[in-house]
């Protein structure tokens, strides 16, 4: 069981790049959600899901596409990449009234 | 929109004195969770309050959810070195959506 992965944990991009961060469970959780980390901000949801199929936005969606194909997976994607997206993203799925998070993926947008 | 507020931002204490972080909400929360994160780590999961006053008891760590539900605390008692790190609570909006706080920072002397 390796609950909640993210690929990639580092990444550096330049202004205008595309990029997709990957997240993964095997938990068959329904509830996966998108999470930001900035310094002294704590963490804000960008997107989440309540199951395949099902997406809506967070408190902070604009420059982020999600879709949700399968229960397992659900990739983050990075239209245009600007340098107020650098942070900490973390990817969580829900279950049992418990939320699981991912590693991380540290962003570097130059 | 909802806010969840948290203080102190950051408490430096020496090992073996107690701690505590506050949590506050501009409205009545369904529920309240805290998550701890370890520096470079991922948040995890602790405990989630439902019920008007209740105070539940991890070791030496304990959770107290307010009377009007608004407000929440967390109490550790003779810090530990393994003690360290971010502290966050989070309840949910209307729509169910987790909003955080900007979590309390812990460091122990030794």
């Known amino acids: 069981n390796a609950g909640v992965t993210q690929t990639p944990k580092f990444q550096v991009l330049k202004t205008g790049q595309s990029m997709t961060l990957q997240c993964a469970q095997d938990?068959?959780?329904?509830?996966m959600s998108w999470y930001r980390q900035d310094p002294g901000m704590g963490l804000r949801l960008i997107h989440y899901?309540?199951?395949?199929?099902?997406?809506d936005q967070g408190e902070v969606p604009n420059g982020y596409n999600v879709s949700r194909s399968t229960t397992e997976d659900f990739p983050l994607r990075l239209l245009s990449a600007a340098p107020s997206q650098t942070s900490v993203y973390f990817c969580?799925?829900?279950?049992?009234?418990?939320?699981?998070f991912g590693p991380g993926t540290r962003l570097l947008v130059l | 929109g909802q806010q969840v507020m948290q203080i102190p931002q950051y408490q430096h204490v020496q090992e073996g004195e107690d701690f505590t972080t506050y949590c506050n909400s501009s409205?009545?929360?369904?529920?309240i969770q805290w998550y701890k994160q370890r520096p470079g780590g991922h948040p995890v999961f602790l405990i989630q309050?439902?019920?008007?006053?209740e105070v539940k008891k991890q070791k030496r760590l304990t959770f107290q959810f307010g009377e009007a539900k608004k407000n929440s605390s967390l109490h550790i008692t003779a810090t530990q070195t393994t003690d360290v790190g971010t502290y966050f609570c989070?309840?949910?909006?209307?729509?169910?959506?987790?909003?955080f706080g900007a979590g309390t920072i812990l460091r122990v002397k030794s």
């Open positions: 969580a799925s829900t279950g049992s009234k418990t939320q699981y």
């Open positions: 309050l439902v019920k008007s006053g």
């Open positions: 409205t009545t929360l369904s529920n």
């Open positions: 899901s309540v199951g395949a199929g099902i997406t």
């Open positions: 938990m068959n959780h329904e509830y």
């Open positions: 989070a309840g949910p909006t209307r729509g169910n959506k987790l909003v």
